[in-house]
């Protein structure tokens, strides 16, 4: 079946960096785009990266941009998502998404999601 | 990038309808019929109940019903169920690959 296991959480002191991964089973990977969502303890959801089905293109939101970097290896079927200078504020559990649209036909969409892994940012 | 507004709670008794309400702008709602929402249970990952303004997943039972009229989307849960009480975020397409989300909704069943 279709599965997306996150790792590499922790907890980290603010100004360093952490590296998660989403390993991906059971369906297409280099079909489909992949986003990175966090939720902040208590918060709501935010789309924090996208990257395209072939790691053409990507796009980050406001919050993290020049600070994190996504990227993937259709080879290893893996998502990833560098984080450099965090701050308390990227608390959150992090979890990766796979687009339901198939290459460029996108729904906008993620139909499926990892469990998560938990993010602290403190000293 | 900003948020989609929804109210912070909703509620009904079991077997009655509710409504949640997701207002946007031109620039994400209004501008593009790629409307999802996502229900999440306490400690679970999200999961996609509607894409595309008001497709259903397989899977997602027909209770489960959504439009859009403007820059407001609206999902409807028919028949309330206990299984139901969750969390419900919407999202949009705002362009260049971005999607953005509401606040959430948290759904009591009575």
């Known amino acids: 079946q279709v599965q997306l296991v996150e790792s590499g959480g922790g907890v980290v002191q603010p100004g360093r960096s952490l590296r998660l991964s989403c390993a991906v089973s059971g369906i297409t990977f280099s079909a489909h785009d992949m986003r990175w969502v966090r939720q902040a303890p208590g918060k709501g959801l935010e789309c924090v990266a996208v990257?395209?089905?072939?790691?053409?293109?990507?796009n980050y939101a406001d919050s993290v941009k020049g600070r994190f970097t996504i990227s993937r290896d259709n080879s290893k079927n893996t998502l990833y998502i560098q984080m450099n200078s965090l701050r308390p504020e990227d608390t959150a559990v992090y979890y990766c998404?796979?687009?339901?649209?198939?290459?460029?036909?996108?729904?906008?969409?993620?139909?499926?999601w990892g469990q998560g892994t938990t993010v602290t940012v403190s000293s | 990038q900003s948020a989609l507004t929804q109210p912070p709670s909703a509620s009904g008794s079991p077997g009655q309808a509710v409504t949640i309400s997701c207002t946007g702008t031109?620039?994400?709602?209004?501008?593009?019929?790629?409307v999802s929402w996502y229900q999440q249970h306490p400690g679970k990952a999200p999961k996609l109940m509607i894409y595309?303004?008001?497709k259903r997943p397989s899977g997602v039972p027909d209770r489960f019903s959504a439009s859009k009229s403007g820059n407001t989307a609206s999902l409807t849960v028919s028949g309330l169920q206990a299984e139901d009480e969750a969390d419900y975020y919407c999202s949009s397409y705002a362009g260049s690959n971005i999607v953005i989300f509401g606040g959430g909704t948290k759904l009591t069943v009575l």
């Open positions: 595309e303004v008001a």
């Open positions: 990257i395209s089905y072939d790691g053409s293109n990507k």
């Open positions: 998404g796979k687009e339901r649209g198939w290459f460029s036909d996108l729904a906008y969409a993620m139909d499926v």
């Open positions: 031109n620039s994400d709602i209004g501008g593009y019929n790629f």
